[in-house]
Structures are given as structure tokens and as C-alpha cells.
């Protein structure tokens, strides 16, 4: 309930398990909690269900937008921009804008973990858009690879950086 000066405003919103919307990202499953245009924008947050074999992300930032991610379980190499560092069940990466960081599970077994984007962008585009690219087998170029990430506001950090 939220309240106005015209009086109380009830705006909760309840989405069971069951309706969270799931998408296949190659060896991860993402589960859409919240997408930006569910909480009007102010952020996103996904379940991040990733298999033994399932890869992650590589060092990049993102400049428009903080991200979060809080370990459910399993184990998971987290990057905070300076070293790899092991996250296990409890544990949470906060990463501000502009903030190096990236992920890997290199654990042998499943993890899940929590995503949160603030503010939120529309970050299930640039999910959706992955899990396309990786389904469909097709290898792009560097240009068309790096036109992708800027366009979602993803920019990756050259090895070494």
C-alpha cells in the first residue's frame, strides 16, 4: 500500500514461484523475478540457476547501472575487479556502475545465485538476446560482438586490464 496525499494506494504485486517467467541461456536458467517494467524502473532481479558446465560472464562494467548478486547456493568464482574470489552460499558482490566484476562457475557442481540490477535497465533484451545468439550455434564478429554489449550497456575489459 502506498499513500498519497489522496489517500492509500495499493500497488503490491505477488508473483508465485511458478509464474516467474524462466529463460535458457545456454547452461544457465534465468528466472525473471523482477524485470524494470515490473517495478516501474527502479530495479530488476533474476535467479540465476547455472548448471556444472555452465560458463558465466567475463570481466566487463556496465556504465548506467549497479549490480548485485547474492550466492543461494553452491560455490562460484566471483570477480570484484581487483582478484577471483569464492562465493558460497550467504555470500554477496555488490558492484557499483562503471565497477569491474564478472563470474564463472568452475565448481564442478550447480549454483544458483540472485541478480540484482538498480536502477533497472532492460536487461531480460539483453538475456533474451543471448540466449538466441548461444541456441542459434552462429559465431560473430568481434565488431558485431562489441555492437551487442554497447547496445546493452555491457562493455568488456580486455585481458590483462
Known sequence: MTFTTDGPITDAR???????????????TAGLVATGSATDGH???????????????????HRSFSEAFY????????????????????DF???PP???????????????MLILFAPAPPREAYFRELAER????????????AEFMA????FEVPAGA
Open 14 to 28: 505477488l508473483v508465485t514461484a511458478t509464474d516467474v517467467p524462466k529463460l535458457q541461456v545456454g547452461a544457465t
Open 43 to 61: 530495479y530488476g532481479l533474476f535467479r540465476w540457476d547455472m548448471s556444472a558446465s555452465s560458463r558465466g560472464a567475463t570481466p566487463h562494467f
Open 71 to 90: 550466492v543461494l547456493d553452491g560455490r562460484i568464482a566471483l570477480f570484484d575487479g581487483s582478484g577471483w574470489r569464492e562465493g558460497r552460499a550467504g
Open 93 to 95: 558482490l555488490y558492484v
Open 98 to 112: 562503471c565497477g569491474v566484476h564478472a563470474f564463472r562457475n568452475d565448481s564442478g557442481a550447480p549454483v544458483s
Open 134 to 145: 548461444i541456441a542459434s550455434g552462429r559465431t560473430y564478429s568481434d565488431a558485431e560482438r
Open 151 to 154: 547496445r546493452h550497456d555491457q
